[in-house]
């Protein structure tokens, strides 16, 4: 089931400069997107998200990006800081549910 | 900000053995949910239930798993016979509605099934 994918497993940024994590989705009934950031022996914790209705949306450092011609999305942190080292995962949904289909996850270090 | 408690952090047990993972849901919340995620794969969605009710199931979620929610605040995960296979973390969620609402999950219980 590779419906959600984040073909990039890791990525390393210097600080302060921008971090661009992408995901691909083949699902055209999908309608919303969830970015999750996790820590070691932590739980997935919310992001962002962003409806299928929109392109763009931001949040403080965080921006996520929806192209859904290409069934596309990225999300953006601007300027990146070493606490936004972890695992980044895309999660997309359809309908009224909270089944959540996640992608591989993305490993962001971002480096003082 | 409210937090979804996962108790035990991690349990280990021997295959055939009942396992149950506990959590306790955000108290305003309606919707909980059951994910797992096996070392080195995805995050995977196992079951909803909302109303005293399994709301959807994942093709994982056999008969070996049942989930309830016995008294107004946990919500459990029993796995009747542990398979080797069933080795992995398991994330409780909840969530106040349905309608594009984000998932707050715990911090997961590590489950080894030697």
């Known amino acids: 089931d590779q419906q959600v994918k984040q073909n990039s497993p890791s990525l390393s940024v210097q600080e302060g400069r921008i971090s661009i994590l992408n995901c691909d989705y083949t699902?055209?009934?999908?309608?919303?997107f969830l970015w999750y950031k996790k820590y070691p022996a932590e739980g997935p914790t919310f992001l962002i998200s962003?409806?299928?209705?929109?392109d763009k949306n931001e949040d403080g450092r965080f921006t996520v990006f929806l192209n859904k011609s290409a069934k596309h999305l990225s999300l953006h942190i601007v300027p990146s800081q070493p606490g936004d080292s972890a695992v980044y995962f895309c999660?997309?949904?359809?309908?009224?549910?909270?089944?959540?289909?996640f992608g591989q996850g993305t490993t962001l270090q971002v480096k003082p | 900000e409210p937090e979804v408690t996962q108790t035990p952090s991690h349990q280990v047990t021997q295959m055939g053995q009942e396992v149950i993972l506990r959590c306790v849901p955000i108290?305003?919340?309606?919707?909980f949910y059951w994910y797992r995620q096996i070392l080195g794969q995805k995050v995977e969605f196992l079951v909803s239930?909302?109303?005293?009710?399994?709301?959807?199931k994942s093709e994982i979620f056999d008969d070996q798993f049942s989930v309830e929610r016995p008294d107004g605040s946990n919500f459990t995960l029993k796995i009747r016979s542990t398979k080797l296979e069933d080795s992995a973390m398991y994330f409780c969620?909840?969530?106040?509605?349905?309608?594009?609402?984000?998932?707050?999950f715990g911090s997961g219980t590590q489950l080894s099934v030697l």
């Open positions: 999660a997309a949904k359809s309908g009224n549910t909270g089944k959540l289909i």
């Open positions: 699902n055209s009934m999908f309608d919303y």
């Open positions: 962003i409806s299928s209705i929109k």
């Open positions: 108290s305003n919340h309606l919707y």
């Open positions: 239930f909302y109303n005293n009710e399994i709301s959807e």
């Open positions: 969620a909840s969530q106040r509605t349905a309608t594009n609402e984000k998932l707050f």
